[in-house]
C-alpha cells in the first residue's frame, strides 16, 4: 500500500513539474506574426517611402526616390518562397497589362540562390533587385514574405500586403495610387 502512495506522489510531481516547464516554455517562445501584427511592422501608411539604392540582375542601379512621379509596386521576395511562386505569373501579367503606367519593383532577399533560373523559369520581365546586404530587407523591416508596398506618385505609401497576392487584388490596390 505504501509504494502506491509513493508511487501516486512521485507520478503527480512528475506531471506538474511536466506542465510548469511546459507552460514556461510556451511563455518565452515568441508569437509568430499574425497577418495584422506583420502588416503593423516596417514603414506605416501614409509616410514617405524609405529610399533606397539597388541593383537588377543585369546590374543596372535602380534608386527609389528617381521614380518619383511613378507609381510602385514595390514587392519583397524569396526563391524559395511558395507564396512568392505563386504570385509571380500574376505580377507578370499586371506589369504587361500596366505597362508604364506602374513600375513593380522585386526585392529579392536571397541572391545567393539562383534568382536568374528562377527569373527565366517564371518568365519574369519587370525588374528584379538584388538585396545583396539585407539593407532595404532590414529599412523595411520585413518579417514575412511575400510583402508588397504600393507607393504613390509622390513616394508615399498608400498600402501594404503581406502575402501571396492575386491579379486583382493587385489591380485593385494599384488603382488606387495617384
Request: net charge negative; with cysteine.
Amino acid at each position: 500500500m505504501m509504494k502506491k502512495v509513493i508511487a501516486a506522489v512521485l507520478l503527480i510531481s512528475l506531471l506538474t513539474v511536466a506542465i510548469v516547464q511546459a507552460v514556461n516554455k510556451k511563455a518565452d517562445k515568441p508569437e509568430t506574426a499574425s497577418p495584422t501584427a506583420a502588416a503593423q511592422s516596417g514603414p506605416s501608411i501614409g509616410a514617405k517611402a524609405p529610399d533606397f539604392e539597388l541593383k537588377t540582375l543585369t546590374g543596372e542601379t535602380v534608386k527609389l526616390s528617381d521614380l518619383k512621379g511613378k507609381k510602385v509596386m514595390l514587392n519583397f521576395w524569396a526563391t524559395w518562397c511558395p507564396p512568392c511562386k505563386a504570385e509571380m505569373p500574376d505580377m507578370e501579367q499586371l506589369h504587361k497589362e500596366a505597362g508604364d503606367d506602374i513600375t513593380i519593383l522585386a526585392v529579392n532577399i536571397d541572391p545567393q540562390l539562383d534568382v536568374q533560373g528562377f527569373v527565366n523559369e517564371y518568365k519574369i520581365t519587370f525588374p528584379i533587385l538584388l538585396d545583396a546586404e539585407d539593407a532595404v530587407n532590414e529599412k523595411y523591416q520585413v518579417l514575412s514574405i511575400p510583402s508588397t508596398y504600393f507607393i504613390d506618385s509622390k513616394g508615399v505609401i498608400q498600402n501594404k500586403f503581406v502575402g501571396s497576392m492575386k491579379l486583382e487584388e493587385m489591380k485593385e490596390f494599384t488603382s488606387k495610387l495617384k
